[in-house]
């Protein structure tokens, strides 16, 4: 096992390099002996051995920080606690990059598509509480890495709405206003580590059924070739591509189960589930696609995902809020529970006699202070 400094490397902006401190002293790489890290150095994998130590330290320090908060496909795996090898061979040659070069590390996160458009889920088709603890927690990850690598990180919160927007049930105009009060969200608070990336950027000149048709002509995968991945994934000696589309495909398709069961709708919970299967396709194919779009457009950049992943994928899973439950922001509200923000349903929140707050003239979120009902969520939570 790798030891990491934590609180003892640094990137010095004034002298431009890495930095070893200890007792209130501060040396140079030059001046810095390296005994004690030399030895962890020696077991690190071949091709970083011609790195500087500690730029490979640091490197190993900053995945360590966002692996903290990974959400991985292997229940109670030793890799939710340390990194290991095969966890960071797709994502620390990246990292070691942007140190050597003391610049900011790059992470691209596919995200922040829209609200659900079933009103039992969610306040409204804007961004709301959810959103605000969610940008903020990732803000708080930057700070993190900034506190011993002081060039720090950015996220690119590459918005997939759009791409998919008319499979899943959402409308361009909500999609365009949802993105519009997340930049603005980000730029209120001041999280100056976030920015936004959407389909606009790219194909500003074209209408928005144009725009995901060229998407899928210049990187879709045609849906026999996903089934087939889907199929496979299955199986337990499947590779973890296969297994991504496998998970992936379950849940897709219980998010367009949910959004379909709506008050007022009138099929029958079969001919929705059935529907959803076959739309899943879709979405998947989307998303793929745009997974693909956004990684030759970041080449640079460690991939985030919002769903787990498994061990040697080449995205990392990551949380969105601390409690995690597995929801997220935009098919969620948030719950004032205790002196924390948790993720519910709209529906959940209100059977549990929440109350819900408004802020600015819109619904924000809900405040739960029925202690039994507080003592029954924090115990949900904490076998979670």
């Not at 962890?40 to 490979?56: C, G």
């Not at 640079?300 to 080449?314: E, F, M, T, Y």
Request: charged fraction near 25%.
């Amino acid at each position: 096992m790798i030891e990491y400094f934590i609180t003892y490397f640094i990137y010095d902006n004034l002298i431009g390099r890495l930095v070893f401190r200890k007792g209130g002293g501060t040396m140079t790489l030059t001046e810095a002996s390296l005994n004690t890290l030399s030895d962890n150095f020696n077991d690190l994998e071949p091709r970083y051995q011609t790195k500087q130590p500690l730029v490979v330290a640091t490197a190993k320090n900053i995945l360590v920080d966002v692996m903290q908060f990974r959400r991985s496909a292997e229940l109670q795996s030793a890799c939710d606690v340390a990194t290991c090898d095969q966890c960071a061979s797709p994502h620390l040659s990246k990292i070691i990059t942007a140190v050597s070069k003391g610049e900011p590390v790059t992470f691209v996160l596919p995200a922040f598509p829209g609200k659900s458009p079933n009103p039992s889920k969610v306040l409204g088709p804007l961004p709301d509480m959810a959103e605000r603890c969610a940008l903020e927690f990732l803000q708080s990850l930057n700070d993190r890495i900034k506190r011993h690598y002081s060039p720090g990180a950015r996220i690119i919160l590459a918005s997939d709405g759009r791409v998919f927007s008319d499979v899943v049930g959402l409308r361009d105009e909500d999609v365009t206003a949802y993105q519009n009060e997340i930049s603005k969200m980000i730029e209120t608070l001041g999280l100056n580590s976030i920015s936004t990336f959407n389909l606009e950027e790219l194909y500003h000149s074209e209408s928005f059924d144009e725009m995901r048709a060229h998407l899928m002509d210049a990187h879709g995968e045609s849906v026999e070739t996903l089934k087939a991945s889907v199929s496979r994934g299955k199986f337990l000696d499947s590779s973890i591509e296969d297994q991504e589309s496998h998970r992936l495909y379950l849940g897709i398709t219980r998010f367009l189960v949910e959004d379909a069961m709506m008050p007022g709708q009138t099929k029958s919970r079969s001919s929705i589930q059935k529907e959803c299967r076959v739309r899943a396709y879709s979405v998947i194919q989307r998303s793929k696609a745009w997974g693909e779009l956004v990684e030759r457009q970041f080449p640079d950049a460690v991939r985030l995902s919002i769903h787990p992943q498994a061990c040697g994928s080449k995205k990392l899973g990551i949380k969105l809020i601390e409690p995690d439950n597995w929801a997220t922001p935009w098919h969620g509200v948030a719950v004032l529970v205790g002196g924390r923000y948790i993720l519910l349903k709209r529906a959940q929140a209100e059977a549990i006699g929440a109350h819900l707050v408004t802020r600015f003239g819109r619904p924000s979120h809900y405040v739960l202070t029925n202690k039994e009902e507080i003592l029954k969520l924090q115990g949900a939570l904490s076998e979670a």
